[in-house]
């Protein structure tokens, strides 16, 4: 062995490569995290100035984009495809197999929106078909005749976001998403009540303006890609026209399963959320309120996940095998680290936390139970941040079927039936519910760390 290669096996410089992967991590995770936090933003406040219109219409809101959020995530997950595919021709140096991953998504994003477009449009039949009321379903119909034809922009952003981390540039599209979010803002204010001379659209003013916004977003994004550096080299819109069909089926087989999966997952917090409304009506407030909380905390480990996508997929295409390893655990500490420190903010503060969504009202103590269930979260925030930093260094290695079946096993499986039984067959109520939500959710984040452990190491065999 010679001495350059001994120094190349030394402790520091080990460390060394350690403190530029997290730097790398934390440098794209950063400004993906706060992109996802500009997409709350948007929702909240469409759903403030909603609310002055009265409880019903943001109960139809909430109606209505349930039924587009369904739908959007067949599209969703396919898109997020983009993302691994690209990074790893990026690692490759191949620029080529970049443009032909972004080419391919947008024409999938296309593909799958057409149809899915379908379920909005019937928003109100399906609606009255689950049991709702006439006049909340009708109402969430406006509102998604205003917001479905904003899917595919919406799916197109998503590739071309993919794109931006792929290349290491994802600063783009947080500036996009900022920008976005007064210019949502002052058209759902000028559309839903009609101000400044525009008609009063409703409901349907308020899904149009997130149309307009995400036309908006999508051709900003595309604006970069085609004219700022270093996104123009690779001309994704070259050929344009021809559809490369074998990347489009390997793009499905990746993305599917990242659909399926998003869907398990939201379909299961949708049933606690009906758990919640057996057990009472405090109990379905507390639930929502500390699932809110959740889903801002989210956040920061989703941006993090997404980074290890990118950098094991860089990894992958280098074919360096150390850094696929060092990529995803490092990752998975950031979030760890990060997660605890959120979680112990939260555990301290949960009371306010409740006070500052309830106005300070202490009716049946709803307070007290949210303050209870954010503190009995604290594990569930810790474990789910660590599940989406796994399942996001996965399918840097194209690895998305495998994860499909540990979630149906973990979340419906586990995690349901343990909430059915401490919620209703002891006496713990929604307390319980939460339990078995934090079990089944650990149980997937063991799970998928053990699995990319065991493909980290056969890809080094």
Known sequence: MTSLDKTAHTPAHSTNHLAAELTETIRLSAPMALTQLGQIAMMTTDLAFIGRLGDGAVAAAALGHTVFFISFTFGLGIVSAVAPLAAQAFGARDPRQVRRAVRTGLWAALFVSIPTMILPLRGEQILLALGQAPEAARLGQQYLL????????????????????????PEPALWITLAAVPANALLVYLLLYGNWGLPRLGLFGAGLSTTIVNIGTFLAALWFVMWRRPFRKYHILVRLWHIDWPLMRQLAAIG???????????????????????????????????????????????????????????????????????????????????????????????????????????????????????????????????????????????????????????YWLIGFTLACVLGFKTNLGAIGVWIGLSCGTAVYAAALILRFRRLASRFAA
Not at 149 to 169: H, N
């Open 256 to 410: 599917s399963p990242i659909s399926l999966s998003m869907l398990m997952e939201y379909g299961l917090f949708s049933s606690a959320a009906l758990l919640m409304g057996l057990i009472g009506t405090s109990a379905l407030a507390a639930h929502q309120v500390a699932l809110q909380v959740t889903a801002i905390l989210f956040m920061v480990p989703l941006g993090i996940g997404m980074a290890a996508t990118v950098r094991v997929g860089h990894a992958v295409g280098r074919s360096d095998v150390d850094a696929i390893q060092r990529a995803g655990f490092v990752a998975l500490w950031l979030g760890i680290s990060l997660a605890v420190a959120l979680t112990v903010v939260v555990m301290l503060w949960r009371v306010n936390i409740a006070e500052l969504f309830f106005g300070g009202a202490t009716t049946d103590g709803v307070i007290e139970l949210t303050a209870a269930l954010l503190l009995i979260g604290a594990t569930y925030f810790i474990t789910d941040a660590i599940q989406t930093i796994a399942a996001g260094a996965l399918r840097g290695l194209n690895d998305t079927r495998v994860p499909l079946v540990l979630a149906a096993v973990s």
């Open 146 to 169: 205003g917001l479905v034809w904003g899917m595919a922009p919406a799916l197109w952003f998503i590739a071309i976001r993919g794109f931006m981390g792929a290349v290491k540039r």
